[in-house]
């Protein structure tokens, strides 16, 4: 990293910083502590600096002298920002927002130095739970089965959590009303859209194709000049990995004609046009009364809606291993797992911001580098989707993420294709492709285990028979009561 783009503020004062470590964590402190009062005194220490994201950490220790009753934090972090960094307000919303609805999913944030102060940068003091705990990818490997069960259980409340953060307002635009029923109609329904005989829809909400080129707009803004050449310097800038690299004229045509496969592929590949048969009755011959007609209809608007684009929730940017930190007793049980670098976290629509962590579910089709071995990986994704977060006690709070994640698969894999970095090289259609064939697939029985076995599901053939009819059965009641007090839909 050049040391140019490093933020190594000359005013940093020591001393300035260990005041605020004082201030913020008596703050915290249950009985507090009255700084200059009594024979108690918070002691912070410098141990260390590091540098991450082109800032400066700082470690601290920390030492009680006197008695003092109460539980102290060994050491804690200060992050060196600069002044007004959209990035330290991204750490504080984000995190404490996440913290607000599951307390140990996020470092505590003790708080901050005052904008009054004098100083070039603001401080703001974190907890310490990298000297505390043990990385996920090192202590992964010695965990024996119930350890890995319990850490795996804690992840599922850690990913249910972003999903219970709502966005700004301004960011939840509200879908068109399906057409309310007509008053001359004499057929009764669970809902109150009445669709006529022929099936036919009424309006639907907005589609995720908007979304996904936006995401490709924004990828590729400014890498070429207004007469169509590229702008080799904005692609080394923009792919800081690739600082040499000069794009071929193949390559060059690709990118250009993106948007164009978007539409070509996948022109009606979005908001959960690709829905299963156990959700749209696709494949029934024909329909016993209007009543189960119309069930089947309520269900695939509900589910479109919910992978609509005008739900948005809270997405953890980068969920790597190294993230997760693991703390475990002298006995061998897992006490917690935290998710750091919180900041990073952005809003999207649900079908993108719930998935799994990558070292269970690379989405990347050309990784090759995997965490675990590939059975083990697929055992303990499934342990964790299918058994994890259908638990009587945990589905309140995860029936949203497990919808958004079976459901909205394929427009995860479809975003991927269109933003990676290696998306202008000649495999882009292929894969486009080969999504295209695997949503046609899906609305079929030809999806299900071993019916076709030519057909290979990019993130491989599950090893578990799965009901997905019966556990419908346990999510839809709260997906019909989310859709109508977000007021999405009318249902009755």
Same mark, same amino acid.
Request: charge should be positive; glycine fraction near 4%; aromatic fraction near 10%.
């Given at each position: 990293?050049?040391?140019?783009?490093?933020?190594?503020?000359?005013?940093?004062?020591?001393?300035?910083?260990?005041?605020?470590?004082?201030?913020?964590?008596? &703050?915290?402190?249950?009985?507090?502590?009255?700084? @200059?009062? @009594?024979?108690?005194?918070?002691?912070?220490?410098? +141990?260390? =600096?590091?540098?991450?994201?082109?800032?400066?950490?700082?470690?601290?220790?920390?030492?009680?002298?006197?008695?003092?009753?109460?539980?102290?934090?060994?050491?804690?972090?200060?992050? +060196?920002?600069?002044?007004?960094?959209?990035?330290?307000?991204?750490?504080?919303?984000?995190?404490?927002?996440?913290?607000?609805? %599951?307390?140990?999913?996020?470092?505590?944030?003790?708080?901050?130095?005052?904008?009054?102060?004098?100083?070039?940068?603001?401080?703001?003091?974190?907890?310490?739970?990298?000297?505390?705990?043990?990385?996920?990818?090192?202590?992964?490997?010695?965990?024996?089965?119930?350890?890995?069960?319990?850490?795996?259980?804690?992840?599922?409340?850690?990913?249910?959590?972003?999903?219970?953060?709502?966005?700004?307002?301004?960011?939840? &635009?509200?879908?068109?009303?399906?057409?309310?029923?007509?008053?001359?109609?004499?057929?009764?329904?669970?809902?109150?859209?009445?669709?006529?005989?022929?099936?036919?829809?009424?309006?639907?909400?907005?589609?995720?194709?908007?979304?996904?080129?936006?995401?490709?707009?924004?990828?590729?803004?400014? %890498?070429?000049?207004?007469?169509?050449?590229?702008?080799?310097?904005?692609?080394?800038?923009?792919?800081?990995?690739?600082?040499?690299?000069?794009?071929?004229?193949?390559?060059?045509?690709?990118?250009?004609?993106?948007?164009?496969? +978007?539409?070509?592929?996948?022109?009606?590949?979005?908001? @959960?046009?690709?829905?299963?048969?156990?959700?749209?009755?696709?494949?029934?011959?024909?329909?016993?009364?209007?009543?189960?007609?119309?069930?089947?209809?309520?269900?695939?608007?509900?589910?479109?809606?919910?992978?609509?684009?005008?739900?948005? =929730?809270?997405?953890?940017?980068?969920?790597?291993?190294?993230?997760?930190?693991?703390?475990?007793?002298?006995?061998?049980?897992?006490?917690?797992?935290?998710?750091?670098?919180?900041?990073?976290?952005?809003?999207?629509?649900?079908?993108?911001?719930?998935? %799994?962590?990558?070292?269970?579910?690379?989405?990347?089709?050309?990784?090759?580098?995997?965490?675990?071995?590939?059975?083990?990986?697929?055992?303990?994704?499934?342990? %964790?989707?299918?058994?994890?977060?259908?638990?009587?006690?945990?589905?309140?709070?995860?029936?949203?993420?497990?919808?958004?994640?079976?459901?909205?698969?394929?427009?995860?894999?479809?975003?991927?294709?269109?933003?990676?970095?290696?998306?202008?090289?000649?495999?882009?259609?292929?894969?486009?492709?080969?999504?295209?064939?695997?949503?046609?697939?899906?609305?079929?029985?030809?999806?299900?285990?071993?019916?076709?076995?030519?057909?290979?599901?990019?993130?491989?053939?599950?090893?578990?028979?799965?009901?997905?009819?019966?556990?419908?059965?346990?999510?839809?009641?709260?997906? =019909?009561?989310?859709?109508?007090?977000?007021?999405?839909?009318?249902?009755?």
């Amino acid at each position: 990293m050049s040391s140019s783009l490093v933020f190594d503020p000359a005013d940093l004062d020591y001393g300035h910083v260990s005041n605020v470590v004082v201030r913020t964590v008596q &703050a915290s402190l249950i009985p507090r502590i009255q700084s @200059g009062r @009594g024979d108690v005194m918070l002691v912070p220490k410098y +141990i260390s =600096r590091f540098y991450r994201d082109a800032i400066p950490w700082l470690v601290y220790s920390l030492e009680i002298k006197g008695h003092y009753p109460g539980k102290v934090p060994r050491s804690v972090m200060a992050i +060196i920002f600069p002044k007004g960094a959209r990035a330290r307000e991204m750490l504080l919303t984000k995190t404490q927002a996440v913290r607000n609805i %599951l307390d140990w999913a996020a470092p505590k944030i003790y708080g901050a130095s005052v904008e009054s102060d004098p100083k070039s940068y603001n401080a703001v003091i974190i907890e310490d739970v990298e000297s505390a705990a043990l990385p996920l990818d090192t202590v992964w490997p010695k965990l024996n089965s119930d350890q890995k069960k319990a850490v795996l259980d804690k992840i599922a409340d850690i990913l249910c959590t972003p999903i219970h953060v709502r966005p700004p307002s301004n960011m939840q &635009a509200q879908p068109p009303q399906p057409h309310p029923p007509s008053s001359s109609s004499s057929t009764s329904s669970p809902s109150a859209v009445q669709p006529p005989d022929n099936f036919a829809r009424p309006q639907l909400p907005y589609t995720n194709l908007d979304h996904l080129r936006k995401a490709y707009s924004l990828l590729y803004h400014g %890498l070429f000049h207004p007469n169509g050449d590229p702008n080799q310097t904005a692609f080394r800038k923009r792919f800081t990995e690739f600082d040499t690299y000069e794009m071929s004229s193949q390559e060059i045509a690709r990118v250009k004609n993106l948007n164009t496969l +978007i539409q070509e592929h996948m022109g009606d590949f979005a908001g @959960g046009n690709f829905l299963p048969p156990h959700i749209t009755g696709k494949t029934k011959e024909s329909f016993r009364d209007a009543k189960e007609r119309h069930k089947f209809h309520e269900r695939e608007l509900v589910v479109r809606t919910i992978l609509s684009e005008s739900v948005f =929730r809270l997405q953890h940017k980068s969920m790597r291993m190294p993230l997760f930190f693991v703390v475990i007793e002298q006995d061998g049980a897992i006490k917690s797992v935290v998710l750091t670098q919180w900041e990073k976290a952005y809003y999207a629509p649900i079908w993108a911001s719930c998935q %799994l962590p990558s070292w269970l579910e690379p989405l990347d089709p050309e990784l090759d580098d995997l965490a675990m071995p590939l059975e083990e990986m697929t055992k303990w994704r499934e342990y %964790l989707v299918y058994n994890l977060m259908l638990r009587k006690e945990r589905l309140p709070r995860s029936w949203l993420w497990f919808v958004a994640y079976i459901y909205g698969e394929l427009e995860r894999h479809f975003e991927m294709v269109i933003t990676a970095t290696w998306v202008s090289n000649a495999k882009t259609e292929p894969w486009l492709k080969r999504i295209v064939e695997e949503a046609q697939k899906k609305r079929t029985d030809a999806y299900k285990k071993g019916s076709d076995p030519a057909f290979m599901p990019i993130s491989g053939i599950q090893s578990i028979e799965v009901n997905f009819s019966e556990l419908l059965g346990k999510w839809m009641p709260f997906a =019909r009561k989310f859709v109508v007090e977000e007021n999405f839909l009318r249902l009755q």
